[in-house]
């Protein structure tokens, strides 16, 4: 539950700097955050990444 504050957070304060700076490449990077995430979670599994990657793809 903390890293979905962590995530509301990152992207209320890129949101505040692009609407303040008029920056709006900074929006890009709770995206990027959250697919680091993602791909973090995945390598801690302890099955081989390959395997773990094709066993999600195949869920239904």
């Known amino acids: 539950m903390v890293i979905l504050y962590v995530f509301l ?4 304060l890129c ?3 692009a ?10 990077v709770p995206f990027v955050a959250i697919a680091l995430y993602i791909v973090a979670e995945i390598i801690l599994v302890p099955a081989p990444f390959i395997d ?9």
């Open 9 to 12: 957070v990152l992207s209320g």
């Open 19 to 28: 609407l303040r700076r008029k920056r709006f490449g900074v929006l890009a």
């Open 52 to 60: 773990t990657v094709k066993f999600i793809f195949s869920l239904q």
């Open 15 to 17: 949101l505040l700097v």
